[in-house]
């Protein structure tokens, strides 16, 4: 397990803040996981360890949200990763004809004014 004494979300957050996507592998039954926590979720390991995600996957489900007088409209998206996890973002500079099921994404690290997130982009066909 990571000998940092920082949560597995700290040390997920501080990664994005240097543009790195990692996400947790289990020594045990070695499968990757995504949210960050302090166990596996497959075999309940506490062993893991953080590896840069390849970043590619396919979009699994989608959905819009409406613009409002406060707020402009985003999508939402489920994507599974070819390393073996579901996660769920945005699709950047896509409009609701781009949203297409098995549609492959590429993540990218995003740094926001107060937090980076990651988000993904179509990937060139």
Same mark, same amino acid.
Not at 16 to 19: D, F, H, I, S, T
Not at 108 to 113: I, P, Q
């Given at each position: 397990m990571s000998d940092s004494p920082a949560s597995p979300e700290a040390r997920f957050q501080a990664a994005?803040?240097?543009?790195r996507f990692e996400v947790q592998w289990c020594t045990a039954c070695a499968r990757a996981f995504f949210f960050p926590r302090t166990h596996c979720p497959h075999c309940h390991g506490a062993d893991h360890e953080w590896r840069t995600s390849t970043g590619v996957g396919t979009l699994y489900s989608h959905s819009e949200i409406p613009a409002t007088s406060k707020t402009p409209g985003r999508n939402v998206i =489920? %994507? !599974?990763m070819d390393d073996g996890f579901r996660m769920m973002s945005t699709l950047? !500079?896509?409009g609701s004809a781009d949203l297409q099921i098995g =549609?492959? %994404?590429r993540a990218? %690290?995003?740094? =926001?004014?107060d937090q980076a997130r990651? %988000?993904?982009r179509r990937m060139a066909t």
């Open positions: 994005l803040a240097e543009g =489920l %994507v !599974d950047l !500079d896509a =549609l492959r %994404v990218s %690290v995003e740094r =926001l004014t990651v %988000v993904f």
